[in-house]
């Protein structure tokens, strides 16, 4: 299975992805990473599309080992949702697609600019970028809020909607 995370910065949606994949015991690929390695390296300071394209190959190629794998990225364009899908195609397999939303916009500013960066060198944006950042709207995923909800909460929900519940 691929599930595919979206949504803006600060809105909750790495610490879910990590916490789902610890319970899942899956492969979790997260863009910011792969995008500030490809910086690190000296190659490009804008990296345009390569971080999701890079994210694209490494899920493919767990799923083809038969593994699940959680997407981690802003995913805030059609174009990133459907190239994302067909990933899960190619290979086969169950695609799930969840935004992770901050209804509450105190919260989710708090959090913007309050965050600790865990990926070397990586600059976080600022609460003007991120709600000023384009966001397609989004038909159809699960959508997650974590303005008043725990980690924990948020995962077991997200394992009860993947069982079909």
Aim: charged share 20%.
């Amino acid at each position: 299975m691929l599930i595919i995370f979206g949504g803006l910065p600060g809105s909750g949606k790495t610490t879910i992805a990590r916490a789902l994949a610890q319970r899942l015991s899956a492969i979790h690929v997260r863009v910011d990473t792969i995008e500030q390695a490809i910086r690190a390296s000296g190659v490009a300071d804008d990296v345009g599309p390569a971080g999701y394209i890079v994210a694209y190959g490494i899920a493919g190629d767990n799923l083809a080992l038969g593994r699940t794998v959680i997407a981690d990225s802003v995913n805030p364009l059609q174009i990133t949702r459907v190239s994302w899908l067909s990933v899960a195609q190619a290979a086969g397999v169950t695609a799930v697609e969840v935004e992770v939303v901050c209804s509450d916009e105190a919260e989710h500013r708090k959090r913007v600019e309050t965050r600790v960066t865990d990926v070397e060198g990586f600059v976080k944006p600022t609460w003007q970028e991120v709600s000023e950042r384009a966001y397609d709207e989004w038909h159809g995923p699960i959508v997650i809020d974590t303005a008043s909800k725990t980690v924990e909460a948020a995962v077991d929900e997200l394992v009860v909607r993947l069982n079909g519940g």
